[in-house]
């Protein structure tokens, strides 16, 4: 890989990140509207960059497949080939294949080994299908080869290939300007070839600079540079459209030719040239070159002994040594080397002086034996150097200065934790305020404790805002995969469906966001394979053939809502219960009073299916209990409905936080535990003469609604009755778990407290019976129960 900053390679993925998200979007849609010229115009853009953005480095792999998508977009933009499925499946798969090579550079900083062989084939293909709309094979046949493959570049062809007729008209005009090095080279039996590069029209546009490509061309002998179409009259003339062809004579090995030219192969045609007598020297170029020299050597008499006389003396040497290698008298230039660092050393140009009225004598009298000359390529501008500050396929200069600063997550998880140890010590100023109060009677302290933790709290609050706003990502993050895999699995099943989302802005914390891709995608593939029909059956039932999945999300207070909804066939509660209870899942008791949304529910059991055989998608009874698994561990809900004919409902209700829980400190037991808010509906004093005993549990009436009482006492093993106030009431906790009511009873409540919840670690994680531990304004060590667990 080339020598590239860390921070240049970082800054490549993180763009190319970004392009591989907006190309496949835009491919999607291209397939939905293929006649949308403005849709494949910026699709191009993007590609091109993307392009121009990879030439920075040594990727060959990567850049041969983009190469070849690019130039299969080229071909449907110009309207000799119409986008369909087909092109679509192929250039998703080069998509595929660059973030694949994406991944490994972000591994471990290149690309790895062994993917030049998919490379060949992906570009293969993807030229295959241009070549349907351009009807050419050549050019599209060096693209896929890369260093090292066989048949990189394309041997010279039949007499009537334009090519060929190129080359031999400018040998023929060649021996005025031809390396005198070409005639030396023959004779020591090395093979030359000829090189012609004919950069694409646009690829200014790419970041290329041709020039400076084949200036850089290693062995060069002779080279020039000529327009590739006649030019237009000025008025005409586009500055921005490349229309030079260069060619030259190179005695560098064809390896080297080919590594040279791996990222433009299909721009280049290569031919060995046959063993044959170099051209004759031009005497009038020796001539005009020894004037030069003689020249040169001028004007170093007349200003010897000034202090410009250095600059002066490496500008005569650069041109001296131009010059004589012009007419091959190469074998003298060492001799001018040390010369000229004599010359400065000393501060007179004497030893050059020295040296030009020798070997340019010498040379003269080499005129009548036509030793072949070169010249410079035909008055062709100095390459410019390459720039040193890569702008990533734009100019830096069309763009004001940055509004968004791009910080990695750990930094802002740390911002995150000292927010968290910063809401600790604020609850810490109440007990403070209290035991100022209380302990040592100093009231006037006690409320300074107070009004100071007023103006903290405050404070920490709007840090804590500001940073969770830092933290705050769209659902967008996760939506933007579901149009590929959505796609992409309905053309494996034989369904159409359309794909609408919604509410893609809605924001949560980014560890919320990034938890939910998996269960969204479990839910998604259900929908496809379980819920929506084939067209056949759709037609059958009176419906469009094209199936509805709608992805939607919302905020609804401290929440997020993920919904996911389609109108398939909906699930049969009766089949559902006679799946469960062949499984073994309930007993025939529970299949006799069960109602239909229970037995909806019955699809989130674990091992529960309702396909009729296993395959890569669904069978295997793990998908809807990974799911509600998965939304519990984020403190979040799951709500299905569905209406057998018409659809499928599935709503996820997640927190839009997981760094600062709310919970309630509660007493029971003679110790403090804490609840997560989340889940608690109401706090109520239940009178004990109102509790019913149902079988083996007791039960009250609140709101109309039966709500089973369980002792959390009981619950943790603690042989503590529970308590009960004066008037003999008895305080409970309503939950609401697994969208049911119940009623957990406590000895007291105490207060509702901000935590950083951290989780149980070593033997302790084990017990599912707590959600975690946090610590309190006191010092004190708080446990807080996960209900869920609890109360199954």
Same mark, same amino acid.
């Given at each position: 890989?080339? !020598? ?29 509207? !293929? ?5 494949? /115009? ?8 993307? *392009? ?52 490994? @550079? ?48 394309? /041997? ?21 300007? $031809? ?14 070839? =000829? ?48 229309? +030079? ?65 250095? %600059? ?42 020295? =040296? ?29 150097? #390459? ?17 968004? $600063? *791009? ?48 103006? @903290? ?30 796609? /992409? ?33 479990? @839910? ?19 419906? #469009? ?24 066939? %909906? ?11 062949? *499984? ?15 037995? &909806? ?5 674990? %091992? ?109 093993? &603690? ?14 906790? &309503? ?12 000895? /007291? ?14 033997? +302790? ?22 209900? *869920?667990? +609890?109360?199954?």
């Amino acid at each position: 890989m080339n !020598p590239v900053s860390n921070s240049v390679l970082q800054q490549f993925l993180l763009e190319s990140r970004d392009a591989l998200e907006g190309i496949a979007d835009s491919l999607l849609a291209l397939e939905r509207d !293929p006649l949308d010229a403005a849709l494949m /115009d910026a699709l191009f853009r993007v590609v091109h960059t993307l *392009k121009g953005n990879c030439g920075l480095f040594d990727f060959p792999d990567m850049f041969r497949v983009i190469h070849a998508a690019e130039d299969l977009m080229t071909a449907v933009r110009d309207g000799r080939l119409r986008y369909d499925r087909d092109m679509a499946d192929a250039l998703l798969d080069a998509m595929d294949f660059v973030a694949l090579q994406l991944d490994g @550079i972000e591994a471990a900083g290149e690309p790895g080994a062994g993917h030049g062989p998919a490379s060949v084939q992906l570009a293969t293909r993807l030229r295959a299908l241009a070549e349907d709309g351009t009807g050419t094979g050549s050019a599209g046949a060096c693209a896929e080869a890369g260093p090292g493959a066989t048949g990189s570049f394309i /041997d010279a062809a039949a007499a009537e290939d334009p090519r060929a007729a190129r080359m031999a008209a400018a040998l023929a005009l060649a021996p005025s300007g $031809l390396h005198a090095g070409w005639r030396e080279s023959i004779a020591a039996g090395t093979t030359l070839h =000829w090189v012609e590069y004919a950069p694409e029209a646009e690829c200014f546009y790419k970041g290329e600079d041709p020039l400076y490509q084949a200036m850089q061309l290693p062995g060069v002998l002779w080279q020039r540079v000529v327009p590739a179409d006649a030019w237009p009259a000025l008025s005409e003339l586009d500055p921005y459209r490349c229309n +030079l062809l260069f060619q030259a004579v190179t005695e560098a090995p064809r390896a080297a030719v080919d590594e040279h030219f791996r990222y433009v192969p299909e721009q280049v045609w290569v031919s060995a040239l046959p063993e044959q007598a170099a051209p004759a020297l031009d005497p009038e170029l020796v001539a005009e070159a020894l004037a030069i020299v003689q020249a040169q050597g001028e004007a170093l008499w007349s200003g010897d002994g000034a202090p410009w006389v250095p %600059g002066r003396l490496l500008a005569a040497v650069a041109t001296i040594r131009g010059c004589m290698r012009a007419i091959g008298r190469t074998a003298g230039l060492d001799d001018l080397e040390r010369c000229a660092a004599e010359a400065l050393a000393c501060g007179s140009a004497a030893p050059v002086l020295a =040296w030009i009225e020798r070997h340019a004598q010498e040379a003269a009298h080499m005129v009548a034996a036509a030793e072949p000359p070169l010249t410079q390529a035909a008055a062709a501008p100095a390459a410019a150097l #390459p720039d040193t500050d890569p702008k990533f396929g734009r100019r830096a200069e069309d763009h004001g200065a940055g509004r968004v $600063l *791009k910080v990695e997550q750990a930094k802002v998880d740390r911002l995150m934790n000292l927010i968290g140890e910063m809401v600790v010590a604020r609850n810490g100023l109440p007990y403070l305020a209290a035991r100022a109060e209380e302990h040592y009677g100093v009231r006037d302290m006690a409320r300074e404790i107070k009004a100071q933790h007023a103006v @903290i709290n405050r404070i920490v609050e709007e840090m804590q805002d500001a940073i969770m706003q830092v933290r705050m990502t769209p659902v967008s993050f996760v939506f933007q995969r579901f149009p590929r895999l959505v796609r /992409d699995i309905a053309r494996r099943l034989g369904k159409e469906v359309e794909l609408v989302l919604q509410g893609e802005a809605t924001e949560a914390d980014k560890n919320v966001i990034e938890a939910l891709a998996d269960p969204l995608v479990h @839910i998604v593939r259900n929908a496809l394979d379980h819920g929506l029909e084939a067209p056949e059956a759709r037609l059958a039932a009176g419906k #469009p053939p094209c199936g509805r999945l709608v992805i939607g999300a919302f905020q609804e207070a401290d929440r997020v809502v993920i919904e996911v909804g389609d109108d398939g066939r %909906g699930i049969d509660p009766a089949a559902i219960r006679r799946k469960a209870y062949a *499984k073994g899942l309930i007993d025939e008791a529970a299949l006799e009073r069960m109602g239909d949304q229970e037995s &909806v529910n019955l699809v989130f059991l674990p %091992g529960f299916s309702t396909a009729e055989q296993v395959s890569d998608l669904s069978g295997r009874g793990v998908g809807m209990d990974a799911v509600r698994s998965a939304i519990e561990r984020l403190g979040g809900s799951v709500a299905l409905s569905s209406t057998p004919g018409q659809g499928t409902r599935l709503r996820l209700s997640l927190p839009l936080s997981m760094a600062v829980t709310n919970v309630m400190v509660v007493e029971s037991g003679g110790m403090q535990v804490g609840v997560p808010m989340d889940m608690v509906v109401e706090t109520v004093r239940i009178p004990a003469n109102t509790v019913h005993a149902i079988k083996q549990h007791r039960a009250a009436v609140l709101r109309g609604r039966i709500v089973p009482l369980r002792s959390l006492n009981e619950l943790l093993a &603690v042989e503590r009755p529970q308590l009960h106030n004066e008037q003999d009431e008895m305080a409970t906790l &309503v939950l609401r778990v697994h969208g049911q009511y119940v009623g957990l009873v406590i000895d /007291d409540f105490r207060e509702v407290v901000e935590v950083i919840l951290k989780p149980m670690a070593g033997i +302790l994680g084990s017990l599912a019976a707590y959600a975690g531990s946090a610590l309190l304004g006191d010092g004190s060590v708080l446990m807080v129960i996960n209900p *869920k667990e +609890l109360l199954q």
